[in-house]
């Protein structure tokens, strides 16, 4: 598997990520009486969705004026600070992302990772998952030797919120796995990867498709 191939993975995982990030924060408001303020964050969620779907269509463009206006719906009626505000920075950023604006998505994803710290703390899995989103951003804009504290300490907030052996820590094990392999330190991704495919294996089985991503970081790295 070639390095663009693992990188463009660890982008959809950690979307995957920030998805359920959403999907816990609209479950939390379902059980909120009916405000003004949750009929904006309704509001904000229905742009959101929209968004998602020109997404999958593959209409970048059109899912990133959709995503800007859900931000600025955000940003004024929910406030700068507002997680759900650090949501909708988020799909934009993705889009940007995907359009190949990754200037413009770090910003996005720095603003989100701040609003993230300061509204669950420092140690979240949430800011784990806002961490990783930004290390793989400047990575990709080729300043491999910045992401790297950035991805140490998303895997640190993973091994101690969640556990050694849970799933998202095997997700930032890869991810630090692949800098170092992007670094040409090979010694150093290959316990990682090795590590990995462990966890993905005993928590999710040997078919699942993660355990057969892992494989294939493993097996990448030793034909290099």
Sequence with gaps: MTRAVGLGIIGLILLASALAVAARLRSALLQEPATELQEARAAVYRLSDQAADLRHAGNYPEARRIAEEALALAEKSLGPDDPDTAASLNNVGVLCQYM???????????????????????????????????????QAMGDLPAARPLYERALAICEKTLGPDHPDTATSLNNLAHLFQAMGDLPAARPLFERALAITEKALGPDHPDTAWSLNNLAGLLQA
């Design 100 to 138: 190949g604006d990754l200037p413009a998505a770090r910003a996005l994803f720095e603003r989100a990772l701040a609003i993230w710290e300061k509204a669950l703390g420092p140690e979240h899995p949430d800011t784990a998952t806002s961490l990783n989103n930004v290390a793989f951003l400047i």
